[in-house]
């Protein structure tokens, strides 16, 4: 049984880590890739799509995973042109897979991609972490996209791209007739309609979770914990409709046994993105090493549920700390994801020999 190992690359370009420099990592067999460059409702093009398959293929790697492939606003919203968007993105589905790719991350979350209030917050070793704290997120939002716009090395992280964040304002108002339950009834729609191509073209569309895993500035987050979940899973109940676990995610709020989400939906699980969180008394948390000690998320029983499940899957290494001085995009950096990967290898590859042996 094998879990396929693979690490997340921004492009020729666009990233300060090479594919040169990945390869040196054992066990790394697939790029997550993605063209950064689209804005949400464009079609991925052929050629564009081909161009990165002759950066990725000659270094030995195959490009089976998709992150993201981000979701237009009017399909989340329900407004104006989704049916339009809706095509785009089946489109985009179509070009994909005659590249051979398996698997598109994606996430449904309204306005912001991911939260945070901190990129480089110092750790008692002296390496930097995201972090988030709770008193800040009360505040408002455009101040803080403004502290993160300043605070990317020069480079846009996916979610948070600076034309976007300018028509803030505009955004929260296209959100603001956007229910909770219209939001579900919008994923429901939009994944409905995608359904027949993932099983005309064998690929999964894997959504994300919503990052932090309660609501934040107001904005309904669906997809938080076991019960939210379920109810995505039964909502459209296909083997095509289906995760990528981010334990990081979730494990932000401890009530959360990801362990036990793991083999609740291991089946429904195409994705799984690893890293450890460490929580505060008072609602703060610190992103941490990948070492099931240094955090709370609980690596170990994760890894463990993930084997016992017969996962075959994809997996990578999340954002992780900046080590060693090491400049790169904020939580992407070469080294600390180098040694999760080599971590979560180590995990696997001794679950694996235990097997073999009894
Ligand atoms: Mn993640």
């Known amino acids: 049984m094998s879990v396929k190992m693979s690490f997340r690359w921004f492009g020729e370009g666009n990233d300060t880590v090479s594919l040169r420099d990945i390869r040196q990592i054992p066990g790394i067999e697939t790029i997550v890739w993605a063209l950064h460059h689209k804005m949400p409702g464009e079609v991925w093009e052929k050629d564009e799509i081909c161009a990165v398959r002759d950066q990725i293929v000659p ?86 996209a403004a502290y993160i716009l300043r605070n990317q090395n020069g480079m846009t992280l996916p979610g948070w791209e600076p034309e976007r964040i300018a028509g803030l304002d505009e955004l929260f108002e296209k959100y603001r007739p956007v229910t909770k ?33 309660w609501d934040i500035f107001g ?67 610190s992103e941490a090493s990948v070492r099931d000690q240094c955090g709370e998320t609980g690596i170990l029983r994760i890894m463990k549920a993930l084997y016992d499940s017969g ?25 600390d994801r180098a040694l999760s990967a080599m971590y979560l290898l180590g995990v696997w590859d001794t679950l694996e020999s235990e097997r073999n042996t009894d």
């Open 59 to 144: 270094f030995g790697f195959n490009m089976d995973v998709v992150e993201s492939v981000n979701v237009h606003d009017d399909i989340k919203t329900g407004s104006g042109s989704r049916d339009l968007y809706i095509d785009h993105y089946i489109q985009t589905i179509r070009n994909l897979a005659e590249f051979g790719v398996r698997v598109i991350c994606y996430n449904f979350m309204p306005v912001f991609d991911w939260t945070r209030t901190e990129l480089y917050h110092p750790l008692e070793d002296g390496s930097t972490a995201f972090f988030y704290e709770k008193s800040r997120i009360l505040d408002d939002p455009k101040k803080m």
């Open 181 to 213: 339950e219209k939001l579900w009834g919008n994923l429901q729609y939009f994944l409905e309609k995608l359904m027949p191509v993932c099983h005309e073209t064998g690929i999964r569309m894997a959504i994300h979770q919503d990052d932090p895993p």
């Open 219 to 285: 904005l309904p987050h669906l997809l938080t914990d076991e019960a939210s979940v379920s109810r995505f899973l039964q909502m459209v109940d296909d083997p095509c409709n289906s995760l990528t676990l981010c334990a990081g995610t979730l494990s932000a709020n401890p009530e959360n046994d990801v362990a036990d989400m793991v083999r609740r939906h291991s089946d429904r699980i195409a994705f799984a993105h690893i890293r450890n969180v460490r929580h505060y008394a008072n609602g703060d948390f």
């Open 311 to 335: 996962y075959d899957g994809y997996i990578r290494p999340d954002h992780g700390r900046q080590i060693w001085g090491e400049q790169s995009r904020p939580g992407y950096g070469l080294y």
